[in-house]
């Protein structure tokens, strides 16, 4: 039996297709956006890879200690890679 495609389906992919499209020519606020962003994408995905691991080690109990850790490290990370960024736009101004 073949699979029987829907207008549906089809109309979901099209704009699925033009977000994906209309997204990859970023304005510059977006990109101050996409700035603001960061901290929250480092933070999120040191606390994922701590629960990650708290969770094979520890179970629930660990993972939520490991998120917490994990969470931490991602914030310590985002303010190290601020503080390397300051330093780079200083040196290319001198």
Not at 69 to 83: D, E, N, R, S
């Amino acid at each position: 039996m073949g699979r029987v495609v829907s207008k549906k389906n089809i109309f979901a992919l099209l704009l699925s297709v033009c977000i994906l499209f209309s997204g990859l020519g970023m304005s510059v606020s977006a990109q101050t956006r996409h700035k603001k962003h960061r901290a929250l994408k480092r933070v999120g995905v040191g606390a994922a890879i701590g629960a990650g691991a708290g969770g094979i080690i520890g179970g629930r109990k660990g993972a939520l200690i490991g998120a917490g850790a994990g969470a931490g490290g991602g914030y310590i990370y985002h303010k190290h890679k601020q503080a390397q960024a300051r330093k780079k736009r200083l040196r290319r101004r001198r």
